[in-house]
T-cell receptor
Framework: DAGVIQSPRHEVTEMGQEVTLRCKPI?????LFWYRQTMMRGLELLIY????????DSGMPEDRFSAKMPNASFSTLKIQPSEPRDSAVYFC????????????FGQGTRLTVV | AQTVTQSQPEMSVQEAETVTLSCTYD???????LFWYKQPPSRQMILVIR??????QNATENRFSVNFQKAAKSFSLKISDSQLGDAAMYFC?????????????FGKGTRLSVIA
């Protein structure tokens, strides 16, 4: 298996622009998590899905952030409009809902908003 | 809500020596899972070791072992025979025991340097 695939690996955008981050979870996994990593706040959970249904989005910082999971093999995290304080590494992770396995992480997307 | 604390922002160890990274957590639950993840400069999050709270025996994976003290809510990672490739950020993480999948709660991390 190729693991969790995120795209793009790096994104540089101007303030006010829309940014879309993409994630393909491991085939067969039915839980998906979006995390944000910054020096100041560490790894924060933004939102997670079980069986494509959002379970907890309380970590989404504000209405500028939205996430979707239209099917079991794809998820997006969108920021509109983007701001410099959104600059961070965004990780997607997937896992199995049944059983007690760890989360498997993608390589992350480094977002820079200038 | 559960919290995870890593009190050592940075640690260093001589190659071939042993180092212990500390982690404490706060929870009112009796069943849960604990993990150590490694994040090298490549950014990839790699699982190092996992411990189920209901197991008294400490988990080991080759040169990596944990000291799990449930009453003290402590979960330290010991790296033996340290190698240059062990240099990375190490994150302690907690997960609720649940029939479904739940998110990991992470500590702020410890940056480990290995000195040749």
């Amino acid at each position: 298996d190729a693991g969790v695939i995120q795209s793009p690996r790096h994104e540089v955008t101007e303030m006010g622009q829309e940014v879309t981050l993409r994630c393909k979870p491991i085939s067969g996994h039915n839980s998906l998590f979006w995390y944000r990593q910054t020096m100041m706040r560490g790894l924060e959970l933004l939102i997670y899905f079980n069986n494509n249904v959002p379970i907890d989005d309380s970590g989404m910082p504000e209405d500028r952030f939205s996430a979707k999971m239209p099917n079991a093999s794809f998820s997006t995290l969108k920021i509109q409009p983007s701001e410099p304080r959104d600059s961070a590494v965004y990780f997607c992770a997937s896992g199995l809902r049944e059983g007690n396995t760890e989360a498997f992480f993608g390589q992350g997307t480094r977002l820079t908003v200038v | 809500a559960q919290t995870v604390t890593q009190s050592q922002p940075e640690m260093s160890v001589q190659e071939a020596e042993t180092v212990t990274l500390s982690c404490t957590y706060d929870t009112s639950e009796s069943d849960y899972y604990l993990f150590w993840y490694k994040q090298p400069p490549s950014r990839q999050m790699i699982l190092v070791i996992r411990q189920e709270a209901y197991k008294q025996q400490n988990a080991t994976e080759n040169r990596f072992s944990v000291n799990f003290q449930k009453a003290a809510k402590s979960f330290s990672l010991k790296i033996s025979d340290s190698q240059l490739g062990d240099a990375a950020m190490y994150f302690c993480a907690y997960r609720t025991y649940y029939s479904g999948n739940t998110p990991l709660v992470f500590g702020k991390g410890t940056r480990l340097s290995v000195i040749a």
